[in-house]
């Protein structure tokens, strides 16, 4: 199946480095997450895929790094160019994308045994993130490695081969796999490492399939190995029910499925798939911390927990800084909610009939144009 990660690589030139395209046999159907539906946007074939496309033009926007810019595509940056302008009035909304993804960085770095002992990280569902290409330039001692569907590895390999300017490291490798029917253990062959890390994954599956998932995960984890995840938190998303480009975003990539009740039901999930030492962060605090655009909206927890073992040390443990309370409704920088009025009936039927579409179907420029159109016109009507 696939190409051991850890066998001797080629010196680091983009084309050298990205052979080890390894697919997993796919005889199980394919999970919810992994199966294609209508591409209204031109974003991708799955809905991860096109939240993956929309967090990487996201990115490509606020962040000025050669990294975002290679990974983002043009519909990617267009659709989050509108999700901006409709979140304007809501920056910390925004800077939440930049919190969670050096938030989660700096976890997996803070998870590394100590000094420059050899370790492999492992970030799964990593989409067109740059996290692992910068960890592991950071960390040339690591071997990280990549994990997500098939597809959406191959087009990060083109991207990547495509940008001259960006040297991928020869410590980081990909392997391709559905990770709703295939354990990450048959996916690593067994291996077990020091540090996993899955960012936008959990939260569309259902909770005991995001329980299940998280406890296979632990079978890829040494003794004392750690497990990062986001996990949506339900106030946080009661929050962002009022705001329109959060919304948009859910349409294209799916509704969340995993939420947790409060930081005692972050720690659940974790305990119940069989983890220690569970630690629930916020965003806002670790982009505090890490010195990145503040304010930050907190739509979800930042989580870590370790796989037990007698041998290892405890984890270091951090103040759990809570964020400060939220201003009275009143005060809040969101559009005030509108009482829904006959004309946001009218903007909310479908402008264009809808076609019967071929899951995975991609529509017409044309229809991309109208859908984008829809969207914004729902945006201003509410
Ligand atoms: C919301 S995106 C997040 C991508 C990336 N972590 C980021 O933050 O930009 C979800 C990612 O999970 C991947 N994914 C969804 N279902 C999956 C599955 N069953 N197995 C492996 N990867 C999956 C998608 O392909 C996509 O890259």
Redesign the pocket.
Known sequence: MTTPPDQPQTPPSNSANLPNLPNLPDEQP??R??QPSYDSMGLGR?P??R??EI??GL?AEIMNTPESAALARLSGRIVARILRSLQSRNLAGINFIGA??YGMKELARRALPPGDQPATVVE??????PRSIEFAQAHSHVTVIE???PD?VEEKQKRLQRARMIEIPANLSWLS?????TPLAAVLEGRQVDVIVA???LA?FEPSESIRIARQFRDSLKPGGVFITDLPRRQGILDAQSQSGMRMFSRQ?GSFLTIADGEEGAQQLFSEAGYVDVQVHYPSTLAETLNLATPVFDYEYLVSGRNPATEAPPLKRLPLRRPPPRPPRHQQQAAPHRRRTTKRRAATRPLIKRRRAEPGQRSSAHDCVQHITREVSLARNT
């Open positions: 394919a999970s997450t992994a799955t991860g895929q939240g993956a967090l990487a990115r969670r993804l799964v569902a990593a989409g067109f993130s994990v997500d569907l959406v796999a559905d990770l709703g029917v960012e936008g994954l569309y990539a």
